[in-house]
C-alpha cells in the first residue's frame, strides 16, 4: 500500500496565492500514523512552489495506490483544480478531507472528479478506509465518516467518533516533508497542536465542525515530549496552534513548569489566539518565564451588544485586563477584530474601530466576515442578507483581507462596510510594520503602500516570492533585535 497526499495551493491573507509558511498539520499526524503501521508516504506540496510535471513524475515512480487530498473552504477552488489534474493525468482513485469536508460534506464528491470523502478526523478513521480498500471486495460502509459513491449513489456513512486520547498518537512527522523548502525552516520554527476541540459557540466559528465542541488536551508531559524531540533536532521556535490551549488553566501552567524545568531555551508563539477570560498574572507570567513571545487574543468586536448577539462569552473589560496583563508581564500581543457580525450596524462597527484605537496592545487585525458553510452565521446570511457576490463562488473569490463585503443589509450598506474595512486593515496595516520593522521603517513602508499599485507589488513580494519572504524574515528579526 503506497499513500501519496498532495496538498493545493492557498490563498495568502489578501486573497492571491501564497507561498506555505509551514508543513501542514494533519498531514504530519496522518503521515506519522500511516508510517507506524508500515504504510509507505509521499508528500507534495504545491505551496511551497513545486511544479505541476515534478508533481505528475513523482506519480510515475511512486504509484500511489490512492492518493489523499486536503482542503480548507477558504481555498476551495485551488482544491477543484488539484483534483481534476490528477485525475486527468492519471485515474487513481482520490479521497479529500479536511476542514472543507466537515462543514460542506458530500459537496466535493458532487462536483469534483473525486471518489472519495472523509469527514472529521482522519488518523484512525483513514487506516479503516486503507484496510477496505485493500481487500477484493471493500466493505465502505464500515468506515466512519467516509463519503462515497455507490452505483451513483452518494452514500454518506455515519460520523466518526472523536480521539479521546490524543497522547496515544505519534508525534507529526514533519521530516516526511521536504522541510528545507519551507520558509519556517530556516528560522527554526515548527507548529505544534497540544489541543483538539472547543467548547464555545461562537457563532462564526467552524472549529467545532471538524475538531467537535469538547475540549481534548494532550497531558502536560506528552506535549513537552515534543518540544524536546523537535528541539534535539535543531528547532527552538514554536507555533501553538489551539483553539483553547489556556481553557485549562493548571495544565496551561504544568506545561510551563516543565519547560522550565527541563531548561528548553525556546521561544512559542500564540497567534491563533487565546481568549481574554481565561488568563491570569500568575499564568502569563509562567508563560513569560517558559518563552512565550507572542499572544493573539480574540475580541471580535468593540460593541457589547454584538458580543452577547455572536455567542463570544467575554466582555470588553476583560479585553483590557488581559491586554494590560499581558503588557505588564511583558509579552507582546495583538487583539483580533471582525467586520460584519450577525445584526452588525454602522455604528456598532464603528465601536469596534474606536475600541481598537484604544487599547495599548502592539497591533490589532481586522477581518472581512467570510461566512463559511456549516456556522450558525452563515445560515443568517443566507436567509437574511442580500448576496453581493454569487454565492456558490464566494469562497474562491473573497479573502476575510478583501475589501469585498460578500453581503449587504439595510441597517449596514455595501458602501458603509467597505469604508469600514478599509479604515480597520489602514490601523492594522501601519500598526503591524511598526510592529514587525521598528517604527520608523514601518511607517516609511505603510506610507509607501498607500499608492495601490505600490501596495500590491508589496503583498505579492512579501507573501507570494519566496526571495521577498525570506528578505521580509531578515528585516523583521533585525527590525526586533
Known sequence: MRVLFVIP???????????????????????????????????????????????????????????????????????????????????????????HIA?????????????????????????????????????????????WKKDQEIIQNPPPFFIKDLDKLPFPDYEAFDLEKYPCFAEKILPIITSRGCPYGCNYCSIRLSMGRGFRPRSPGNVVAELKHWYKKGFYSFDINDDCFTLDLERAEKICDLIIRNKLKIKFQLYNGIRVDRVNLQLLRKMKKAGCSFISYGCESGNQETLNLIKKGITLDQVRKAVDWTNKVGIKNSVNFIIGHKEETYGKAMDSLRFARSLPTNFVNFFNLVPYPGTEVYDWVMKKTKFLVPKKTFLKEISYRDNIPIFETKEFTKEQREELVRKGFALYERKILQFRFGKILGSLIFFFTRINFLAKIARWFAFSNKYGMKICQFLTTHSKN
Open 9 to 99: 495551493k492557498n490563498k495568502n491573507m489578501f486573497g492571491g496565492k501564497g507561498i506555505t509558511g509551514f508543513p501542514n498539520v494533519g498531514i504530519a499526524y496522518l503521515a506519522s500514523v500511516l508510517k507506524k503501521n508500515k504504510i509507505s508516504v509521499k508528500i507534495f506540496d504545491e505551496g511551497i512552489g513545486e511544479k505541476e510535471s515534478e508533481l505528475f513524475a513523482l506519480i510515475d515512480t511512486f504509484q500511489p495506490t490512492i492518493i489523499g487530498v486536503t482542503g480548507f473552504s477558504y481555498g476551495y477552488g485551488f482544491l477543484e483544480e488539484t483534483i481534476k489534474k490528477l485525475k486527468k493525468y492519471r485515474n487513481i482513485p482520490v479521497i479529500v478531507g479536511g476542514p
Open 103 to 147: 462543514a460542506t460534506k458530500d459537496e466535493i464528491i458532487r462536483t469534483s472528479p473525486a471518489d472519495f470523502a472523509l469527514n472529521g478526523e482522519g488518523e484512525v478513521t483513514f487506516l479503516q478506509f486503507l484496510k477496505q480498500l485493500d481487500k477484493k471486495v471493500p466493505n465502505f460502509y464500515q468506515v466512519p465518516g467516509l463519503i
